[in-house]
């Protein structure tokens, strides 16, 4: 099993920045796909970015491609997500996720481990 905490969420005022971090244990993610989510209520989780072992091939969302940058740290089993130029819109709950796969994966039905979530609110 793969434990995943999330941290670094809080609260901001449009066109500033955070950085979440997602600290893992138990199993090393090294070998694993990584990936950030974000949920608000009514809808549905969706894929904010996601990177391959490699650390080299990634995807990001349209609605946040050019603001946010995935990275990870295979050494510290950690991956981060750079938010940068934050609007209301990118409020809501955003979750660590991680699956053993060869390709990069953007459905939540793929990855098989989650953190608990943090916080991201976005003030006018």
């Known amino acids: 099993q793969v434990q995943l905490v999330e941290s670094g969420g809080g609260l901001v005022q449009a066109g500033g920045s955070l950085r979440l971090s997602c600290a893992t244990s138990?199993?090393?993610?090294?070998?694993?796909?990584m990936s950030w989510f974000r949920q608000v209520p009514g809808k549905e989780r969706e894929v904010v970015a996601a990177?391959?072992?490699?650390?080299?091939?990634?995807y990001y969302a349209d609605s946040v491609k050019g603001r946010f940058t995935i990275s990870r740290d295979n050494a510290k089993n950690s991956v981060y997500l750079q938010m940068r130029s934050l609007k209301p819109e990118d409020t809501a709950i955003y979750y660590c996720?991680?699956?053993?796969?060869?390709?990069?994966?953007?459905?939540?039905?793929?990855?098989?481990?989650w953190g608990q979530g943090t916080q991201v609110t976005v003030s006018s």
């Open positions: 996720a991680a699956d053993r796969s060869l390709r990069v994966r953007t459905s939540p039905t793929e990855y098989d481990y």
């Open positions: 990177i391959h072992w490699n650390g080299v091939t990634t």
């Open positions: 138990g199993r090393s993610s090294s070998a694993y796909v």
